[in-house]
């Protein structure tokens, strides 16, 4: 192992396009791209796997189109510290050594990450970090690594203030290392620690470890693990994924994304399209684009949609909005979000098992068709890079021949200004908002009607697709659409998902029975947290 190691870093240090490469950046503004070994490999890693990865990511296109980070995972150290108390990597899978590994990875043009948990083992029984913080973020950054991804297994206990108080020591000994060290850059950390609050009835405490992790760290992993390799579940897996971050979207802003885990582009039990639709719904929510294979055999389709400039740029635009839903039904997902420029995403994803077609209005993608100027709508296939011009008179984008368990997706411009539309739905039963002629409103399961799909203006208010006219009003707690009043009730939409009438000053609220109301705000309640369209201004907390 040692000597193929050797013989891989001779060959590449031999190569002048390696040589004259700068190291990369440590930090990012946008959501990070590269590899992991976790899913593929689960604890088989070592050396020649991580260095065969980088020369392959580096000759393949990869890196190039931005996976520039290479992240090891569990299954590195020996099962006990050493005599000096640090962590020690296991001489057999790593002969060479870690700085070893890292300086070559960073000359090849590759930020390295590695794996801590913050309990006293690590999900797999080796050593973990309790206690051992600034020694392990120590001999990390000695070692060459400026990403940690750190669980959150064999705690004391279980409660949300444990977690919070021991996952809180990590950035602080950062900050701490990183001034000791006169770094410019500061180590990268990935929590965990939302995933293990992610499947209780109550979601306060998932809520609550959301926002400390948004505060102190740059991702967070918000739910339970996708399949590894060996598991044949892994369409199920993606699936649950993507509705966890459709409940969480509100977190998420430039420098703290939301992590519904890895990329499974060599998955066995997934077909072509279920593995391009993962990286569609990925792109579309600004999630982080680590992906988890054999990458010296992916094959050509394979790197074809993982190297799409054009889905990658709407992942890391600057904005980094995650797409909402604009309408759910049993067979279709559409969801949108804002692009820079002024621009709009919007993917139409076919839950269903046959092919199939869909009309989307334009009034359902955000923009006003009375306001597009000229009448046309700039239309690019991100998956064709086949660019149209629309005329709004035609009422609709005409998806048509996705493929079952596909995806299409679109960037629209045109001259309108975008209104954000969308389902407002409840973060915790997925129940929508839903309108009907008589404005009478209530909770039900989302049926992607246009009683069900709200547009919100930036000035508050708020009314369906089925009564344009009529804005969400309260009416003593009683929450109703009608015309009359309608200027004198704004809502105000806050980072925590309340959603609160200006008037009251109280939150909107799913009653047990389907019932809407307002009631006092609580602190992260079940019953008024809610997912509001992609593009809102947020009110704080």
């Not at 407002?424 to 008589?438: Q, V």
């Not at 200006?502 to 809407?516: H, I, M, Q, R, W």
Request: proline residues 5%; charged residues 20%.
């Amino acid at each position: 192992m040692k000597a193929r190691a050797a013989v891989a870093f001779a060959s590449l240090a031999a190569s002048s396009w390696a040589m004259n490469r700068e190291p990369p950046p440590i930090f990012f503004n946008q959501p990070p791209m590269g590899f992991n070994s976790w899913a593929r490999y689960t604890t088989n890693v070592n050396e020649t796997l991580l260095v065969e990865t980088a020369n392959s990511m580096a000759r393949n296109g990869l890196l190039q189109a931005g996976y520039n980070r290479i992240n090891l995972d569990e299954g590195w150290s020996l099962p006990e510290r050493g005599i000096n108390g640090s962590l020690v990597a296991d001489p057999d899978k790593f002969p060479t050594g870690l700085k070893w590994l890292t300086e070559y990875l960073n000359m090849t043009g590759f930020i390295s990450g590695i794996h801590a948990d913050a309990g006293s083992m690590t999900c797999g029984k080796n050593p973990g970090s309790f206690n051992y913080e600034k020694r392990d973020v120590d001999d990390f950054m000695d070692q060459g690594f400026y990403y940690v991804k750190l669980d959150g297994c064999n705690m004391r206990d279980d409660t949300e203030e444990t977690y919070h108080d021991i996952f809180n020591r990590w950035p602080k000994v950062i900050r701490q290392a990183s001034v000791d060290r006169k770094e410019t850059a500061i180590m990268a950390l990935s929590s965990s620690a939302p995933a293990y609050f992610a499947y209780r009835r109550n979601l306060t405490d998932w809520y609550r470890a959301v926002a400390w992790a948004s505060e102190y760290s740059q991702l967070a992993r918000h739910s339970a693990d996708v399949a590894t390799y060996g598991d044949g579940s892994a369409w199920k897996s993606i699936m649950h994924s993507f509705d966890q971050s459709l409940r969480l979207g509100h977190f998420q802003r430039p420098g703290f994304y939301l992590d519904p885990d890895v990329l499974l582009p060599d998955h066995p039990s997934l077909s072509l399209e279920e593995r391009k639709t993962q990286f569609a719904l990925w792109c579309s929510m600004s999630s982080p684009l680590l992906f988890s294979a054999d990458v010296p055999r992916l094959d050509p389709d394979t790197l074809a949609f993982l190297t799409n400039k054009d889905l990658i740029a709407a992942d890391q635009d600057d904005l980094a909005q995650p797409a909402t839903l604009v309408s759910r039904d049993s067979n279709w997902d559409v969801l949108a979000k804002n692009l820079e420029n002024e621009e709009r995403l919007i993917t139409v994803f076919n839950r269903g098992d046959t092919f199939a077609s869909l009309n989307v209005s334009w009034f359902r993608t955000g923009i006003t068709p009375k306001l597009t100027g000229n009448g046309n709508v700039r239309v690019t296939d991100l998956w064709t890079g086949e660019v149209s011009f629309l005329p709004v008179y035609l009422r609709f984008l005409n998806v048509t021949n996705v493929p079952p368990h596909g995806t299409a997706v679109y960037r629209l411009r045109s001259a309108s200004v975008i209104t954000p539309t969308g389902h407002i739905y409840n973060a915790n039963t997925f129940n929508c908002l839903t309108d009907d002629p008589s404005g009478y409103v209530r909770w039900a399961v989302c049926n992607g009607y246009d009683s069900q799909v709200w547009r919100v203006r930036s000035d508050g208010h708020i009314y369906s697709l089925l009564r344009p006219r009529d804005c969400l009003v309260e009416l003593e707690g009683t929450v109703v659409t009608r015309k009359n009043s309608c200027h004198h009730h704004p809502w105000t939409y806050k980072t925590s998902g309340n959603l609160v009438n200006n008037v009251s000053g109280k939150c909107l609220t799913e009653g047990a029975d389907g019932s809407v109301t307002t009631e006092g705000c609580g602190y992260l309640l079940n019953e008024q947290i809610f997912v509001l369209p992609a593009g809102i201004e947020l009110g704080g907390w």
